[in-house]
């Protein structure tokens, strides 16, 4: 399984981007997005299942983003809205074919293939 993420940008305060990843290969199970500012470590943003859609959130971003899913094209979406600066970071996609509790989708060693990220900056 190959990843491709893209849709990152500059945007100001407020405003909003919305990030897409696409894979190749054998459709994933679970599909994430976790992202990593500069200097600190790559963090968990939003993660959803194949079969029932289950989605789960990081604190930080719930409520402005939402992820989801188009099964059909293998292909997982991230819409952030309301963003601030302190969401600028490199955002990666990631999946694996485990079906992922909601408890085991913000760790990283349970997803198998990573994309190559996208930039997002937020200014104010």
């Known amino acids: 399984v190959q990843l491709q993420a893209s849709g990152g940008g500059l945007v100001q305060a407020g405003g909003s981007l919305r990030l897409s990843c696409t894979a190749s290969?054998?459709?994933?199970?679970?599909m994430g997005w976790f992202r990593q500012a500069a200097g600190k470590e790559r963090e968990f943003v939003a993660a959803?299942?194949?079969?029932?859609?289950?989605?789960l959130y990081s604190d930080s971003v719930k409520g402005r983003f939402t992820i989801s899913r188009d099964i059909a094209k293998n292909a997982a979406y991230l819409r952030m809205n309301n963003l601030k600066p302190e969401d600028t970071a490199v955002y990666y996609c990631?999946?694996?074919?485990?079906?992922?509790?909601?408890?085991?989708?913000?760790?990283?060693?349970?997803?198998?293939?990573w994309g190559q990220g996208t930039q997002v900056t937020v200014s104010s």
């Open positions: 959803i299942r194949r079969g029932d859609s289950n989605t």
């Open positions: 990631a999946a694996t074919h485990k079906t992922l509790i909601k408890s085991s989708m913000p760790i990283r060693a349970q997803y198998d293939y």
């Open positions: 290969g054998r459709t994933s199970s679970t």
